[in-house]
């Protein structure tokens, strides 16, 4: 897992294979790479399952800890 507020980047280790990324639209319009392919997700994606995995032997960030909290709170009880 890469965590950066780099979209420059993020949009490089994407264009070398290296990852895949969900970020903003805007950011490939400022950092365009004709090797980042664009698949906008729609409303249709809801239904997709979405899994979230850390290893549990090392650190977490506060960041990371908080957001897993906010997934637990706010998804519905049957998805966890």
């Known amino acids: 897992m890469l965590l950066s507020s780099q ?3 993020i949009v490089e280790v994407v264009s070398r294979g290296q ?3 969900i970020m903003p639209k805007p950011v490939l319009v400022k950092h365009p ?3 980042v392919a664009c698949v906008p ?3 249709g ?3 997709w399952d979405t899994i979230l995995a850390w ?3 090392r650190y977490m ?3 990371c800890m908080l957001f897993l909290e906010y997934v637990r709170r ?3 009880a049957d998805d966890l």
């Open 55 to 57: 290893n549990k032997e």
């Open 45 to 47: 994606m809801k239904y």
């Open 19 to 21: 990852a895949v990324s």
């Open 33 to 35: 790479d004709p090797n």
């Open 74 to 76: 706010h998804l519905p």
């Open 61 to 63: 960030s506060k960041a």
């Open 41 to 43: 997700l729609t409303d």
């Open 7 to 9: 979209w420059d980047l």
